[in-house]
């Protein structure tokens, strides 16, 4: 996996953690089955699909004060 890849998977992941309780909302909005939602939010899947990362991370992206890549620790380079 490269590492923009790995970035926007962790970018992913620390948004869904920070907006547990909203997990089936979220799967509504995205399309992504929220089983899918729950593994890839709890690390379940070690490499899930980039259509299921990238719904995920425009969801997070389009809210106000919405995640960016250049977010936190995992920087884009």
């Known amino acids: 996996m ?3 890849q790995v970035s926007w998977l962790a970018t ?3 948004s869904l953690q920070e ?3 909203k997990w089936r909302t ?3 909005v ?3 089955p929220y089983d899918t939602l729950t593994k890839v939010a709890l690390g379940r899947v070690a490499d899930p699909r980039v259509s299921t ?3 995920l991370h425009d969801y997070f992206v389009s809210r106000p004060g919405g995640t ?3 977010d936190g620790p995992h920087r884009a380079h």
């Open 30 to 32: 995205t399309g992504v």
């Open 2 to 4: 490269e590492q923009g």
């Open 12 to 14: 992913v992941v620390r």
């Open 26 to 28: 979220i799967s509504s």
């Open 19 to 21: 907006t547990k309780g």
């Open 53 to 55: 990362v990238q719904a």
């Open 68 to 70: 960016t890549l250049t």
